[in-house]
């Protein structure tokens, strides 16, 4: 027996669009290759050369032919608007995370050339998974960028980042557990690893005496998958011991990009499901929804660690984005982008304010590295700190006319225009328990005396001009949204147009 | 003139934003004559404005996303003219009443301008949206205030108060969105302008739900019964100046809403629900009117007679005729006019005697008699006697209230007479009688700075109830149009009947 030999030409290979993967993977081996040439090189190097191969990266992603169709290296690629779109919000975070590592003072993980290879690596993996609707190659790239993520989270080389890199770790494995076994059901009932093909194989089987049970296998181990990767309840125990073991900006940067990415597979396969009028499926991610965004908001309320709370907060945030997942409409998925494009700054620049007022030892208390005791009477100490974070919360809590509000009325109104008008409410009162726990850190930065330990000498000090670059370029996208939501959301209505949902 | 009304919303911001750079001391003074420029623009918009035109004058239109149907646009009418002109003065009286000493001066002066701007945009805004941006942007520089300026336990209470009206509002913020909706089913094209709105016919069943949603953010901010617990801790916390603007605008953006978004939109459903509206106001008039007798402190009286007061206000709205109505708009300008007043005055004696309970004072009238005089024509005001400025919206309000219930009007003309109790009881305790404590006796009457911002309002308590025309012209003509379309609108031959208005009167 041979396997027929096919003819394959360079033009069917379309192997540019491997174009923008590579560039990172070859970034990163640059920045090794550097290392064993001469030791000892300052981190400003690394850093620029990643912003570097990053906007280089960003030139090739946006440079690639896209459509519904465009496949690519073996079929296995899809680049649709999904794909670029999704890559470019990726690469703007991963360019706006990476100056934080220059900080004014010494933190150790920045000066290994290993920190921003990893880093590359992991960018290469998240653009493989957000391209592709072959299973396998959805699954390569979710390991290449996990695995490099726990060991970027251990690098910060404290007690409790070992302990959040193995927990990480653990939750991913069996995630990815949950992941291969879900995709074996998949093929074992469609005979293929492609979302295209996976699609219309199912639908032609859909009458036949125990296929629910198949779907309800396989899309029941999928859900679980993304549900670890996205924290949703009740997986989402680990999310905040590995936000707290991580450092600020790293977490900042967690909550936002490999959920972006979970977040476009998930579209991929749930919006398939939901396609193929499976209403189960449907009804499972609302139910998971409404509870991770209640659940999360409720045990935020009593967090006393701002890092922790804002932890909860991001999982709360997820559960009201993964609404748009089971609505499934364009609006919804526009929204999705929106949502998560706005939310990106502001939840990057509340990090970052955490990580300019870090210290090297925890002065309040011994459990916790910010708890809210260390904002008390910010404003007294650092006024414009205590401004820009509660401009973030503010936000955050989606106070109009700042970002966040308008991707969670473009979301409610989503939602309002599938017919769901309950579950638009609840997400209304759940943004109103949210502003509790917002507020109380405004409350404690602005309208509290400052506590005996701190003062100007003891605290706040890492601050560094790229930094104030990244924490100024934030609070501008933060504050200035109303003017140029319009376009954003034309751009990403016009990428949601241009992808394929494997129908 | 032609844009006068963003230069009207956004002046104050703007001078807020560049008053960071203004020295402490000079930071009063930056306040007041910004304040007073507002007002100044406030006023030459009254003296271009077209009395003769019910509709939307000034207009400006600017789409934000076009996509979605947001669009910046602005326009004011008789019923939102005179509410923008008394924003400023309060403003400006309230910043001219802020001690040299306060702390922190300038924070409250940027709160206070960044707060008028929040105002003013409430009341002009004709797109959802931004009235929705202006409406939610209006709590942060209160929590503001409340929490740094306030009592004892002012967190507590900031927090309430931005808490229940959040909640509150994000349920209207669903009823918005659908209202878009199901604007969008109808026409095809997304809009959140209240014009296009107005002409959109829904079923009944569609109008109570969106009235609920609505309900929900208005009549917390009112605050009508059973609602209104976040407003007597709020005053009791808040600092003088907190109160005032709290009192005098920030509530009325409840009752506007009332009248610029359920009324002409949902006419089928406000009806339907008039019954429900009037048996809460009746009971908050008259409920909160015992409680404010059975207070110990000035301030809580004050600010229980004020939420008594809101009552009346409800009831006219919802009476559905032109008396009631236009009598309810008026009584709006009137209760932020004297209820302001009678804040600043209970802010006058705490300042100087650090107490605001009734039994520690007694014997000021002849301690400080020029105080006293004010309070009495503040306090005639608000229980409504003739030739006063209170009396004007009452009569109106319970005029029109007559026309749909007799039983109500007597039950809410009572009010009146409780209103008298307790505002007299307050009176009586706290001016006549023996002096109770000696350093009372050495109590300062009113100084330079407290007569000038108390005695333009009692100039306008006595001019406006005695000619009140120049105010009420364009008021009613507005308030015609506002229920001519209602009844054009609306799809239920009761609806028709029960909004009272002679087609004849209106040109």
């Not at chain 2, 603007?245 to 009324?263: D, E, H, Q």
Request: aromatic residues 12%; charged residues 10%.
């Amino acid at each position: 027996m041979f396997i027929d030999p096919k003819n394959i030409t360079m033009d069917v290979l379309n192997l540019t669009t491997l174009m923008p993967m590579l560039i990172a993977i070859g970034g990163g081996l640059v920045i090794l290759t550097i290392d064993l040439i001469k030791e000892n090189i300052h981190k400003s190097l690394y850093v620029m050369l990643t912003i570097l191969i990053l906007v280089i990266d960003l030139g090739a992603t946006l440079g690639l032919n896209f459509g519904p169709n465009e496949k690519g290296f073996f079929d296995v690629m899809l680049i649709d608007g999904l794909a670029i779109l999704s890559q470019v919000l990726i690469l703007v975070a991963s360019v706006l995370f990476i100056p934080l590592a220059l900080t004014s003072k010494r933190f150790h993980e920045y000066s290994y050339p290993e920190f921003f290879a990893l880093f590359l690596f992991m960018i290469a993996g998240f653009q493989f998974m957000v391209s592709s609707d072959n299973l396998i190659l959805i699954f390569i790239g979710l390991e290449t960028a996990s695995l490099s993520l726990y060991t970027l989270i251990a690098m910060h080389n404290r007690h409790n980042s070992f302990e959040a890199a193995v927990k990480y770790f653990t939750m991913g494995a069996l995630a990815a557990g949950f992941f291969t076994m879900g995709s074996a059901i998949l093929y074992g009932i469609s005979g293929s690893l492609e979302l295209y093909q996976i699609a219309p194989a199912i639908q032609s089987r859909m009458g036949e005496p125990g296929m629910m049970m198949f779907l309800l296998g396989g899309a029941g181990l999928l859900l679980t998958a993304f549900a670890f990767k996205l924290s949703l309840f009740p997986f989402h125990t680990w999310a905040p011991d590995v936000y707290e073991g991580a450092s600020a900006p790293l977490a900042g940067y967690m909550s936002v990009v490999p959920k972006v990415a979970a977040f476009v597979v998930s579209m991929r396969i749930f919006e398939m499901f939901i396609e193929l009028q499976i209403e189960w499926v449907q009804t499972m991610i609302i139910i998971l929804a409404v509870l991770t965004m209640t659940l999360a908001n409720l045990m935020a309320l009593v967090q006393e660690d701002v890092k922790r709370m804002l932890a909860y907060s991001s999982i709360s945030h997820a559960g009201f984005v993964m609404v748009a997942i089971a609505l499934a409409t364009e609006k919804a998925n526009t929204g999705i982008f929106l949502y998560y494009g706005l939310f990106m700054f502001t939840n990057l620049g509340a990090f970052a304010m955490l990580w300019v007022s870090r210290h090297k030892h925890r002065v309040h208390h011994a459990r916790y590295d910010h708890p809210y005791e260390k904002f008390s009477g910010m404003v007294k100490i650092m006024p414009m700190g205590a401004v820009v974070m509660g401009l973030f919360m503010l936000s955050l809590a989606g106070v109009p006319p700042f970002s966040v509000f308008w991707g969670k009325v473009y979301l409610m109104s989503a939602t309002i225009d599938a017919g769901y008008i309950w579950l638009a409410i609840i997400m209304g009162l759940n943004s109103a328990i949210a502003a509790y726990y917002y507020l109380k850190l405004i409350v404690y930065m602005f309208l509290r005396e400052p506590t005996e330990q701190v003062t100007k000498e003891t605290t706040y000090y890492n601050v560094s001009k790229p930094l104030l670059t990244i924490l100024g370029l934030a609070v501008f996208v933060t504050v200035g949204s109303i003017f140029y939501v319009d376009p954003l959301i034309e751009y990403i209505t016009e990428m949601m147009r241009a992808t394929n949902f494997g129908i | 003139m032609d844009h006068i009304l963003s230069i009207l919303i956004f002046f104050p911001a703007v001078a807020g934003i560049l008053g960071f750079v203004v020295d402490k001391g000079s930071a009063k003074a930056y306040g007041v004559s910004v304040a007073a420029v507002e007002l100044i623009l406030a006023l030459g918009l009254w003296a271009s404005f077209d009395i003769t035109n019910p509709g939307m004058q000034f207009t400006e239109l600017i789409p934000i996303i076009s996509q979605f149907g947001i669009s910046y646009n602005v326009g004011v009418d008789g019923i939102s003219l005179f509410i923008v002109i008394m924003a400023a003065l309060i403003t400006l009286l309230g910043i001219i009443l802020l001690r040299d000493d306060t702390k922190n001066m300038k924070n409250m002066i940027v709160s206070l301008l960044f707060l008028e701007m929040t105002m003013v945009g409430v009341f002009l805004a004709l797109d959802a949206i931004i009235f929705y941006l202006f409406w939610e942007l209006s709590l942060v520089p209160m929590l503001y205030i409340i929490g740094a300026w306030g009592g004892p336990t002012r967190v507590y209470a900031a927090v309430k108060f931005f808490l229940y009206t959040f909640a509150g509002s994000l349920v209207m913020l669903v009823g918005l969105l659908a209202m878009a909706y199901l604007f969008h089913l109808q026409s095809g094209v997304w809009s959140f302008n209240l014009l296009d709105w107005y002409t959109l016919k829904l079923t009944t069943d569609q109008q109570f739900w969106l009235f609920l949603a609505f309900f929900a953010g208005f009549a917390i901010k009112v605050p009508m019964f059973p609602f209104h617990t976040w407003l007597p801790h709020a005053h009791g916390q808040a600092p003088t100046i907190g109160s005032v603007i709290l009192a005098a605008v920030l509530l009325k953006m409840g009752t506007y809403g009332f009248v610029r978004f359920s009324l002409p939109i949902l006419p089928d459903a406000s009806v339907t629900f008039t019954p429900f509206i009037m048996a809460l106001s009746l009971i908050m008039v008259v409920y909160t009117a015992m409680v404010a007798f059975a207070q110990k402190d000035m301030k809580q009286v004050i600010a229980y007679s004020s939420v008594s007061h809101m009552g009346i206000i409800m009831i006219g709205v919802f009476a559905m005729n032109a008396e009631g109505l236009g009598g309810s708009i008026f009584l709006m300008l009137s209760h932020g006019i004297v209820s302001g007043a009678l804040f600043m005055l209970v802010g006058v004696i705490y300042e100087r005697t650090g107490t605001k309970i009734m039994d520690e004072f007694g014997g000021l009238a002849a301690v400080m008699p020029v105080y006293a005089t004010v309070f009495g024509v503040m306090l005639m005001a608000s229980v409504g006697l003739p030739l006063t400025i209170g009396f004007v919206g009452e009569f109106l309000v319970l005029l029109g209230f007559y026309k749909v219930s007799v039983v109500g009007t007597i039950i809410a003309g009572s009010t009146i007479i409780i209103g008298s109790v307790y505002m007299l009881a307050l009176f009586k305790k706290s001016f006549f009688g023996p002096v109770r404590h000696e350093k009372n006796l050495g109590l300062k009457d009113l100084d330079r700075r407290e007569l000038t911002a108390l005695l333009p309002l009692v100039a306008i308590v006595v001019w406006l109830g005695v000619y009140p025309k120049p105010v009420l012209e364009p008021i009613d003509n507005s308030v015609k149009a506002l229920l001519v379309q209602m009844e054009n609108h609306a799809q239920l031959e009761s609806t028709k009947e029960a909004i009272i208005v002679s087609k004849k009167e209106v040109k």
